[in-house]
């Protein structure tokens, strides 16, 4: 525990009940046996259902806190590697719910999407830098623009000396390149 808080205290911008919190979520989270839900999290926590939920709702600076992770794990020249991550799942109402491209099945299919950067060693060592859910926007054009945005976004949390990105296939299409090549990679 003592090291979680070493980390957390290095973010700036943490109130520090933020980051006593933060800490105790991570250690449950590790700790947990079952589904990772809000009930059963009050369980195991130090605080009840509701300040979880209160505490999810707060945006957290995940990027630095694994740029921080990553920079002290990963040794060597890293690349930058990215890929998007097919979820299915039912309902009418849920956020980003859409038709994306599910890989195992080998079709679109309705579910959610998440787009996700990570940094990786000559070793073979990742970890991931951030990652977004994709909104359900209608065309490959737009798709291609939310993942430049968060190419883009995540400029700053780079290691010094990232020259390469390493990407799927759907991301081949001549505006996407353009703006990668734009960042110096």
């Known amino acids: 525990m003592e090291s979680v808080h070493e980390k957390l205290a290095q973010i700036p911008g943490l109130s520090k009940p933020h980051r006593n919190r933060m800490a105790n979520l991570f250690c449950t989270l590790l700790s ?3 589904k990772a839900n809000y009930l059963n999290l009050s369980r195991y926590a130090d605080c009840d259902e509701k300040t979880l939920r209160r505490l999810a709702q707060k945006t ?4 630095a806190l694994n740029a921080q992770l990553a920079a002290e794990s990963l040794s060597g020249p890293c690349i930058l590697a990215g890929d998007a991550t097919f979820v299915p799942k039912s309902g009418k109402h849920t956020y980003g719910l859409g038709r994306f491209w599910n890989g195992c099945a080998s079709r679109s299919e309705r579910g959610l999407e998440v787009s996700v ?3 990786i060693n000559p070793q073979g060592q990742a ?3 951030t990652a977004q859910q994709t909104p359900a926007l209608t065309t490959d054009a737009s ?3 939310f993942y430049l945005a968060q190419l883009k976004a995540s400029q700053s949390a780079w290691p010094e000396g990232l020259s390469y990105a390493v990407f799927d ?3 081949t299409t001549h505006n996407f390149v353009a703006g990668i090549c734009q960042t110096g990679l």
């Open 117 to 119: 950067l990570a940094l």
């Open 32 to 34: 947990l046996r079952g």
């Open 169 to 171: 296939g759907l991301y």
């Open 60 to 63: 957290f600076p995940f990027q």
């Open 143 to 145: 798709r291609q623009q």
């Open 127 to 129: 970890m991931a830098l």
